[in-house]
């Protein structure tokens, strides 16, 4: 893999969206996609929180390839015009 190639691809939809009583949503997210050229799906389960009229969410989840191998992730995002997020693995 070189610089600029692409690591992963990912489509999916929310699963359910409720909101809490603090003002915070929370959110189930599931997608499928490549991830370094290896199939995989993914769930995610977080909490989005209210932040000077965008939401910033934390959200933790594992992903699944064909093979049964398994990658626990996490998601960081920020959206208000953009869409910015950092997905992290755990070892």
């Known amino acids: 893999m070189a610089l600029g190639d692409l690591a992963f691809e990912e489509t999916g939809k929310f699963a359910g969206i409720r909101a809490l009583p603090d003002g915070k ?15 995989y799906s993914s769930i995610y389960t977080g909490v989005a929180t209210p932040h000077g009229g965008s939401f910033i969410g934390e959200f933790s989840g594992i992903c ?3 093979g049964g191998d398994t990658v626990v992730c996490g998601l960081m ?13 755990f070892e």
């Open 25 to 39: 949503v929370e959110a189930t997210y599931q997608g499928t996609g490549k991830l370094f050229g290896a199939d």
């Open 64 to 66: 699944t390839t064909k």
């Open 77 to 89: 995002e920020g959206c208000d015009r953009t869409f910015r997020q950092c997905l992290y693995f």
